[in-house]
C-alpha cells in the first residue's frame, strides 16, 4: 500500500496546475475519471491487466436520434397515444351498449318463459295455494245456455222436515235431483251450502251441485263445482268429488286423461282408507278408462 500511495503522490505532483477548465457535462467528466482510474491501475499494477478494476460508475448510454425526426417528437408521441386510448374507449362504449340490450332482452325473454311456464291462475274465490287440475274457461258473453233456472217450492217433491234446517235444504235439493231437474238441483244445493257453509250436509250439497251440472252436461261446471268441494278436506263428499271431477274431465270435449289420473292419485294419498266399497268401483273403472299407469 505504501507503494500505491507514493504513486499517487507522484502522479498528482507530475499534473501541472492549469487554469479552471470550463465546466464539463456528467458524461465527459465520468470519461475522464474513468481514464484517470485506469492510468492509477497501470502505475499499481503494472503489466497486471487483468487486475484492472471496472469502473463503478458507467457513462449512460446516449439513445440515438433517428435521422429527420422533427423537435417535436415526443409530442406527436403522445398525441399518437392519446388518440389510441379515444378510439379504444370509444370501443369499448359501444360493445358495452350492445352487451347492455342483449341482456335487457335476455330478461324480457326469462320473464317470458316464466309466465308461460307458470301455474294456471286459480278460480275466483280460491284458497291460497289451491290449484284446479283444469282451468276452467269463463263463459261466452252473452251465453244463457248453461245457466241454471232458479229452483221453486213447487218444483220440489214434498219432503218431511227433519228439524235441521241445513239438511232439509240439501234433501230439497236431492229431491230436484231425483226428479232429473239438474239445473234446479243445482241452484238450490248451491245455495244450501252458501247459506249452511258449516252444517255437515253442505259437503253433501256441493257434491250433488257437481253431480247436477255433470248429469246436465255442463262438464266445466262440474270441474270447478267438485275442485271447490274437495277444499274442504274434512267434508264427507270430499273424496267422492275427486272421482266425479276425473269423470267430468274425461267427459269434457277434448277429454283429459292425465288431470283425471292426477285426480285418482290425489284421492288415494289424501284418503287412502275411504275408498272403498262403491266408491273403490267407481275409481277402478275410472282409472281404466282414463288408462291411468
Known sequence: MTKAFAALLLLSSAVPALAAPPPATVESRVGVLEKEMRAVQRKVFPGGAQQYFEPEIKAP??????????????????????????????????????????????????????????????????????????????????????????????AAPATAPSGDPGKDAYMAGYDLWTAKKFPEAATALKAMATKYPKNKYASYARNLAGRAYLDNGQYNEAIREFFENTKDEAGERAPHSYVYMAQALMKRKPPLPDKACQAYEVLASKYPDKVTGGLADLVAKGKADAKCP
Open 61 to 154: 448510454t446516449a439513445v440515438p436520434m433517428p435521422a429527420g425526426m422533427p423537435s417535436d417528437a415526443p409530442l406527436a408521441d403522445l398525441m399518437r397515444r392519446v388518440d389510441a386510448l379515444e378510439r379504444t374507449l370509444a370501443d369499448m362504449t359501444g360493445q358495452m351498449e350492445q352487451n347492455s340490450f342483449k341482456v335487457r332482452q335476455l330478461t324480457e325473454d326469462v320473464a317470458k318463459l316464466k309466465a308461460a311456464a307458470a301455474p294456471p291462475a286459480d278460480v275466483a274465490g280460491a284458497a291460497p295455494g289451491a290449484t284446479l287440475p283444469y282451468v276452467v274457461p269463463p263463459a261466452p258473453k252473452g251465453a244463457t245456455g248453461g245457466t241454471p233456472a232458479p229452483a221453486t217450492a213447487e
